[in-house]
């Protein structure tokens, strides 16, 4: 797994050294829960399709199980690419720009999308809440549960957005930009 989260959160020093190790934490269980999850979802399709196409036979639980462990997996990885700097963004008028200004610019739009994040998270709370009584066609599970992926994704995506705000910098070293 340290090579999926390949940068040292936990090497930051002074203030904000609580909510680097907090970020690790969260970034670590994301990492181990996508892999959990995408093995999930490989076992159940694969058995889906054998038991479908070799014995006339199908899991009925199989498409809602795989749809909501992709729907996680998803969210789960947003914040990891947040992380990364792995998400596409828009540099052509910002990298004419001097350096400072586009500090000042990137800390900017990372306060205002932490600000976005932190508004579907809650509204994500709030739909999942009145949603909750609400039932999987084929599983014994509340359909909030894909509202609740959307809610912890935003969380978590927008901690690191927050982390880029008060820093200015990624995390990311050169040499894992370049692979």
């Known amino acids: 797994m340290s090579r999926l989260l390949p940068l040292n959160l936990t090497d930051h020093r002074g203030p904000l050294r609580p909510m680097a190790l907090l970020l690790h934490a969260l970034d670590t269980a994301a990492g181990w829960a996508i892999v959990v999850m995408l093995g ?3 076992v159940v399709v694969s058995l889906q399709v054998a038991l479908r196409y070799g014995l006339n036979n199908s ?5 809602e199980l795989s749809r909501l462990t992709f729907v996680w997996s998803i969210f789960l990885g947003i ?3 947040i992380r990364l700097g792995a998400h596409i963004g828009m540099e052509l008028l910002v990298a004419r720009m001097p350096a400072t200004l586009q500090n000042v610019l990137a ?5 205002l999308a932490a600000a976005m994040m932190a508004l579907v998270a809650w509204q994500s709370a709030v739909v999942a809440i009145d949603q909750w009584d609400e039932k999987m066609a084929s599983m014994e599970a509340s359909a909030a549960w894909f509202i609740v992926a959307v809610g912890v994704g935003c969380t978590h995506a927008g901690l690191h957005l927050v982390w880029l705000a008060l820093t200015g910098k990624p995390t990311m070293t050169e040499s894992v930009a370049t692979e």
């Open 40 to 42: 999930a979802m490989v």
């Open 59 to 63: 899991l009925g639980f199989a498409d």
């Open 79 to 81: 914040p990891l690419g």
């Open 107 to 111: 800390r900017a739009m990372a306060a």
